[in-house]
């Protein structure tokens, strides 16, 4: 499956943004999605991420309360609606996808900058 990310981009202390990851080339309600971001000189950690149902998610506790993803399996779309945004939210966010039953995430989209200004 091959994974596009967008929507990323300047935003605001306190503004919002919303990330779309729009999914090809699989069938994507076979993939649990997840997004995750990068800070400069910081390891990748995992933000969000939604089983194939959409009936479970989970959140890193910095986001909990500020971010929700939602999926649309008709539109073959993952989302990231973040609002409340921190300077510490500055970042490059990728989406992913797991194969049903993996353990790990092995489908990566490409990045898209996030950058938020106190």
């Known amino acids: 499956v091959q994974l596009q990310a967008s929507g990323g981009g300047l935003a605001q202390a306190g503004g919002s943004l919303r990330l779309s990851c729009a999914a090809s080339g699989g069938t994507f309600s076979n993939y649990d999605m997840g997004w995750f971001r990068q800070a400069l000189g910081k390891q990748r950690e995992r933000v969000a991420d939604?089983?194939?149902?959409?009936?479970?998610?989970y959140y890193l506790g910095a986001v909990k309360g500020r971010f929700t993803i939602t999926r649309d399996n008709a539109k073959n779309t993952v989302y990231l609606q973040m609002n409340s945004l921190k300077p510490e939210d500055t970042a490059v966010y990728y989406c992913g996808a797991r194969r049903l039953a993996d353990p790990f995430y092995n489908y990566w989209g490409q990045g898209t900058q996030v950058t938020v200004s106190s």
């Open positions: 939604i089983t194939w149902t959409g009936s479970t998610t």
